[in-house]
């Protein structure tokens, strides 16, 4: 247990110190990297449990940087415990084997991460036999008539990936707790430090790390956080069993990515919001998705439960064609294509009108978008960059 971890200190204090401690052995005031698959057996080991998270074992068991790191974690998403698992996706796999069995039901956002499509819609429910209903869950009416007296689980994205869909967390706690169903909020777009799910209700969150909480584009990692006694069997069955344990390296370089979470949020909350606004203005744009902008048809729910900014992610579209959309990309000079978000650099992806989930978007979607990571650099830089490229796109046509 480190020094500072109680909720009398605030976000960026907690941010900073807990999970971090003096290393006993060298005086050092950070916690090192033990990279390390085994630990010191006792004198007599004949009668462990070989499957044991408890205690120290055996790295895929539960090794140190990954309890320092889940050590903070829980502390800034509000929760009993927490679960760090390789990737995002382990984690979200992991929590839907831990607690789905065969003839359950599961309700999930139609905007959500691909893999959660993958996971749920294909593979539990062809390998399985959990049913699922994707529903738009920002519609309460929608999720109560979806509701089977098998549901199981809701879980949902918020914002949601790609179209930054808005859902009415406390309003679904409220429903699932009535109906003796579990709720799940994907927490990556917002981070703890906007956002706290578990505060408004939800039983779980879910984060993927690679993303704003590592927030340097260099090590992959995902989390569970939420009752230990959920995620004792998550432990048990998905990091265990399942071996999806993260490296102790990438712990350790999550856990030092996470000490500026609050910072680097508020620059990705300013410069987002700022670029939105402007995006809106220019005239070759389509439509711009952004919690922040007060039109957008979130925005009043968003403002409610994201309680310090509205992250950097957006999505927008050119009056344009698709080729046009992947010229205007390939103009760009500070703004990097490439997937992922929440790195400290600008990341921007072309979401062509193919998209087999297309129809589960609204309508402006449905020509090609652009999924827009904001990152660190200057403001004016960023707005400097797209103008240059959509000048360009228009001397193209001028030629
Ligand atoms: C909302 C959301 N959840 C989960 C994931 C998966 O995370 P990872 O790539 O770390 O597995 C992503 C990845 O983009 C995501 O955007």
């Known amino acids: 247990m480190s020094r500072k971890y109680g909720d009398e200190y605030g976000f960026a204090t907690r941010a900073v110190h807990t999970g971090n401690d003096v290393d006993a052995e ?20 004949s009668t462990m449990n070989w499957s044991s998270a408890e205690g120290n074992l055996y790295t895929r068991n539960g090794g140190a940087n990954q309890k320092y790191l889940q050590e903070k974690l829980a502390s800034l998403e509000g ?31 139609s905007v959500t991460y691909i893999a959660v499509y993958r996971l749920l819609n294909e593979l539990f429910n062809n390998k399985f036999n959990v049913e699922t209903t994707i529903i738009d869950t920002s519609d309460i009416e929608k999720v109560r008539a979806a509701i089977r007296p098998e549901t199981k689980l809701i879980h949902i994205e918020t914002p949601g990936n790609p179209t930054l869909h808005i859902s009415d967390i406390k309003a679904l706690a409220e429903l699932a707790h009535e109906n003796n169903i579990l709720l799940s909020v994907d927490n990556t777009f917002a981070s703890p430090y ?181 990152g660190l650099e200057d403001t004016g830089d960023l707005i400097n960059d797209i103008r240059q490229a959509l000048d360009r796109i228009k001397a193209d046509t001028e030629d």
């Not at 033990?34 to 630990?39: E, Q």
């Not at 856990?255 to 990705?268: D, E, F, S």
């Not at 310090?308 to 080729?323: Q, R, S, T």
């Open 26 to 45: 060298t005086g050092a005031i950070r916690r090192p990297i033990t990279m390390a698959n085994s630990y010191e057996l006792p004198f007599d080991p």
């Open 79 to 109: 929760g009993e415990d927490c679960v760090v698992l390789a990737s995002g996706v382990a984690a979200l796999s992991g929590l839907f084997f831990a607690l789905l069995q065969s003839g359950d039901h599961v309700i999930f956002s």
């Open 194 to 374: 906007n956002q706290r799910p578990i505060e408004l209700g939800a039983d779980f969150v879910v984060e993927s790390l690679t993303k704003y909480i590592n927030g340097h584009g260099d090590a992959m990692g995902g989390a569970i956080i939420g009752k230990r006694e959920y995620l004792d069997i998550v432990r048990a069955q998905s990091q265990v069993n399942l071996g999806a344990a993260i490296s102790p390296f990438n712990a350790w370089l999550i856990m030092r990515g996470a000490v500026t979470l609050p910072l680097r949020m508020q620059q990705h909350n300013h410069s987002a919001l700022a670029i939105a606004a402007w995006l809106e203005q220019q005239p070759e744009v389509s439509f711009v998705a952004y919690p922040g902008l007060p039109d957008f048809w979130g925005h009043e729910v968003a403002a409610r439960q994201m309680v310090n900014g509205y992250g950097g992610v957006m999505a927008f579209g050119l009056k344009a064609d698709h080729d046009t959309h992947n010229r205007f990309v390939s103009y760009l000079r500070v703004i990097t294509s490439a997937v992922s978000l929440g790195h400290d650099e600008s990341l921007i992806v072309f979401l062509g009108e193919d998209d087999e989930r297309q129809y589960l978007y609204p309508e402006e979607f449905h020509n090609g978008f652009f999924r827009f990571s904001v």
